[in-house]
């Protein structure tokens, strides 16, 4: 059984090597699922997989923490060193990230960043929600979304 979870946060980004639009810096509110796999039937008793408030819980601030109202870089764009400068000028969050800032690697940047901050955090072992991550889709427009999943993920690391 999957559990799914839907987030949203508001983003800009550029995509330097873009020829047209999306080379400039310009936002998007980005839609997010998390989708979870069951690890562990249905409660008996409480009818749940996992409590849906909890997991709630466990996403969101994260989510944000990264992405909302940040402005992500190629860690190879011009941009990136500037916003490295100290001074009032420069002081707003910027998430930078390997590759161009797209749908598809903010996904599996997500994907990343949820997953090694869940299994190095000790709560996640030790509270068994009964689920594992299994795929992040994002949505940069109602009708554009790109999903990394666990196997992308295992193809990733042989
Ligand atoms: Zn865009």
């Known amino acids: 059984m999957e559990l799914k979870l839907d987030f949203k946060f508001d983003a800009a980004h550029r995509l330097m090597h873009h020829k047209g639009l999306c080379h400039n810096i310009h936002g998007h509110?980005?839609?997010v699922r998390v989708t979870l796999l069951s690890?562990?039937?249905?409660?008996?008793?409480?009818?749940?997989?996992?409590?849906?408030s909890i997991l709630k819980d466990t996403f969101?601030?994260?989510?944000?923490?990264?992405?909302?109202?940040?402005?992500?870089?190629?860690m190879d764009d011009k941009l990136a060193a500037l916003t490295l400068i100290d001074?009032?000028?420069?002081?707003f969050k910027v998430r930078l990230m390997e590759g161009e800032p797209t749908c598809e690697n903010i996904a599996k940047q997500l994907f990343m960043d949820l997953l090694s901050n869940l299994n190095t955090r000790k709560q996640w072992s030790e509270v068994d929600y009964g689920v594992k991550l299994q795929s992040i889709q994002v949505w940069e427009s109602e009708k554009a979304s790109a999903i990394y999943n666990s196997d992308d993920f295992m193809e990733s690391i042989q």
């Open 87 to 91: 001074g009032p000028l420069f002081d």
């Open 60 to 74: 969101k601030p994260r989510i944000d923490y990264y992405f909302d109202h940040g402005l992500i870089l190629n």
């Open 39 to 52: 690890v562990a039937p249905i409660g008996k008793k409480d009818g749940m997989i996992a409590d849906f």
């Open 29 to 31: 509110t980005w839609k």
